[in-house]
């Protein structure tokens, strides 16, 4: 399985994902849906903190090469298994009972980027890392409920430019363009975004209800393409 470690700061679960790069395949996948399981039944944490433990990267988002070299050995039901696997990854971080938190600490690229807009608030560093989608550069096409998610998430014009052009944002930028709360250098950041989220410690009950409400049009979506998604296509 994929490395990720999780610890308790009071009522703050920090959990760093630190598997070299992150790319999403199934095992990642599995790795954060198990350590998700972990601290939602093992601890009483009021909210969760997501890092990563490389340097400069987050998450380089979907491991293309692996998910193509499936689909060209015929191992399409891997593929689709994977590609299942993510969405009910976001289904789960969008109906988590705690408010989540992502420290964007590197590059946040494609499926990591839409990974990034399940959790309830995004912070970045502002000195290293890009925030980018470049589906239009992968010529891998959108879901209904990735457009439903970033439409939610990030301003039109935003997600318009990020889907269409490719665009990479910096930190700075992501804050300027509403696409995360705010922007530290990496030695302040985890510092910063644990002292926010402890001032967060609200009932797990209350947030739980919130987040079925809140994020239903995109859940459902995304519940009906996890029935009915093909086997053998990308799709991000």
Same mark, same amino acid.
């Given at each position: ?5 999780? /610890?308790? #700061?009071?009522k !703050? ?27 939602? /039944?093992?601890?009483?944490? #009021?909210?969760? !903190? ?16 692996? &998910? ?7 191992? $399409?039901?891997?593929?689709? =298994?994977?590609l %299942? ?9 969008? #109906?988590?009972?705690?408010? @989540? %938190? ?15 807009c399940?959790?309830d608030?995004r912070f970045m $560093? ?8 470049? !589906? ?9 409920s ?6 939610s ?11 269409? @052009? *490719? $665009?990479?944002? #910096?930190g ?5 363009? $509403? ?9 302040e ?8 989220? =402890? ?8 947030? *739980? ?12 979506? &995304? ?7 093909? =086997? *053998?296509?990308?799709?991000?």
């Amino acid at each position: 399985m994929a490395k990720i470690d999780w /610890k308790l #700061t009071g009522k !703050v679960a920090l959990m760093t994902m630190d598997q070299g790069d992150n790319k999403l395949n199934t095992d990642m996948v599995r790795s954060l849906l198990n350590a998700l399981e972990a601290v939602e /039944k093992q601890t009483e944490a #009021t909210a969760l !903190v997501v890092n990563s433990g490389h340097t400069h990267i987050w998450t380089n988002g979907f491991d293309i090469d692996w &998910i193509l070299a499936c689909i060209e050995k015929g191992d $399409r039901a891997v593929a689709r =298994e994977f590609l %299942v696997a993510d969405l009910s990854l976001r289904k789960r971080l969008l #109906t988590y009972p705690m408010i @989540t %938190v992502a420290a964007l600490n590197g590059h946040c690229f494609g499926g990591g980027a839409v990974l990034s807009c399940c959790f309830d608030f995004r912070f970045m $560093r502002s000195d290293r890392g890009f925030f980018c989608i470049p !589906v239009v550069d992968r010529q891998v096409p959108i879901l209904p409920s990735t457009r439903a998610l970033l439409t939610s998430v990030l301003p039109v014009d935003v997600y318009r430019d990020l889907i269409l @052009t *490719g $665009r990479r944002l #910096t930190g700075l930028e992501c804050v300027d363009r $509403r696409v995360v709360a705010a922007a530290y250098n990496n030695d302040e950041l985890m510092e910063k975004v644990v002292a926010y989220t =402890e001032g967060l410690n609200k009932p797990r009950s209350i947030v *739980g209800q919130m987040k079925k409400v809140m994020n239903a049009p995109v859940v459902e979506l &995304i519940e009906k393409e996890i029935q009915s998604f093909p =086997e *053998g296509q990308l799709l991000v």
